[in-house]
Structure formats: C-alpha cells, structure tokens
C-alpha cells in the first residue's frame, strides 16, 4: 500500500513549512494533514512525511505516538473523546464516559461495527473550570450532564 499527498496538501504542508525555521518543527502540522487525507496515520504516511521534510521516520513516529489527536488506526466518522482528568473525573466524567460507552457499546480506543463512533478516554481537553467536557471530533461540550451527553449522541447523524 503506497500513499501520497494530494497537490493541495503538498502545497499546505510547504505553506507550513515556511513559516517554521526547519521542517521538522512543521512536522505536527504534516501529521494533521497527513491524518485528514488518509484517515489515519499509517506507517506509509510516516514514510511520507519524513521523505518531504527531509526528516527520520522515527521522528515523526515519536509525535504521532506522544499526541493523541493522532490516530494510528481508523477511527469513527464520529470520534468521541470524554476527559476524565480530575477536575471532570470530580464532576461525573465516570458516569459519562459509562454512559457513552454503554450507548455505543464500544469501549476506549474502539470503533462500532459500522464505523460511525469510535470512543477514547482521553487526560486533559483544557477546560477544567467548564468540566465535564466531551469532544466530538473537533466540537467540544462543556458543563454535560449524562441527559446532555445522550442527546448529543442521539444527533449526530
């Protein structure tokens, strides 16, 4: 299995790479296009962003690996990340994360038979004063209650 970027995104990451001082500090903005193209990060879309920036593999590798806004495997058009850090694990992030996992019937880092929801317990989204929060792909969902978070589910379509 061989992966390239589109002309677009090839112009994107050089776009990237021009406001950094070396290519490898434009490397997360390469992951995240990278990630929207294919989906994922799989070990071919590695290879190719280490061959365009001229980098090591492992480099890129290493940040794939620290973050966890990368995915190395596909994940659900709808991504459901709960945070259970403490200030949400204080106001119910358990019960949440209960609940969405019963709804979907999926558990962290898990997609449903039909690819629709995938589910992940993530640290810290960064809105401990506004906790519990829930993102769903890139819409975050401050101050939920168990009710809130089913209908957030119930609407995505």
Known sequence: MS?????????RIENSRKKYPTSLAAVM?????GQEQ????????MTEIAKILEIDKVEVLGVVTFY??????????YHIQVCTNVSCM???????????????????LEVSPDGKFSLEEVE????CGYAPMIAVNED??????????????????
């Open 3 to 11: 992966f390239k970027f589109t002309e677009e995104n090839l112009t």
């Open 29 to 33: 903005d390469c992951i995240y296009i």
């Open 38 to 45: 294919n989906g994922y990060i799989s070990d071919e879309v």
């Open 68 to 77: 966890t806004m990368y995915f190395q495997k596909k994940m659900g058009k």
């Open 90 to 108: 204080l106001r119910g992030a358990y019960e949440l994360y209960d609940k969405v996992k019963d709804k979907l019937g999926i558990s962290h």
């Open 124 to 127: 810290c989204m960064g809105a």
């Open 140 to 157: 975050f969902h401050e101050n939920l209650t168990k009710e809130k978070v089913l209908e957030i589910l119930d609407s995505l379509k």
